[in-house]
């Protein structure tokens, strides 16, 4: 989906794990919204040298570079998803989204309710992150 439709549309295509080619999403199940968010990198070198310019984001007391993101596709249920798992409750407040195939990630991810310490009913999947077919 090289055009991605507007913010409050449905995606049209699959949505795939952007390294396995398993499905995410069949089409029409999740909604396209703008959140800025940073994301734990999905790939870090461990030989670059610290670059000031890089956003980070502390998880569970370890500095981590970031991308920032904003474009996702919005789902409210976590049984519409075809090939998801998630990670560990991260800083009492997010769980990560990941492929449950390759275990590549995070692609998304999803609030935790601070009073309830359950998943809040939005899970985000990165544009950026995913591929579709």
């Given at each position: ?40 990198q999905m790939r870090v070198d461990k030989n670059s ?85």
């Amino acid at each position: 989906m090289e055009n991605l439709p507007a913010i409050g549309d449905r995606n049209t295509q699959t949505i795939v794990c952007s390294f396995c080619d398993d499905i995410i999403l069949r089409p029409q199940t999740a909604t396209l919204t703008k959140n800025p968010t940073l994301l734990p990198q999905m790939r870090v070198d461990k030989n670059s040298s610290t670059d000031a310019d890089t956003n980070r984001l502390s998880i569970n007391g370890s500095d981590h570079p970031c991308d920032s993101l904003e474009l996702f596709w919005l789902v409210s249920d976590m049984f519409t998803f075809e090939n998801v798992g998630f990670s560990n409750t991260v800083n009492n407040q997010t769980k990560y989204l990941v492929c449950a195939n390759c275990e590549r990630g995070p692609i998304g991810f999803s609030p935790i309710n601070p009073s309830t310490r359950q998943l809040e009913k939005e899970f985000y999947v990165a544009t950026d992150r995913i591929k579709y077919k």
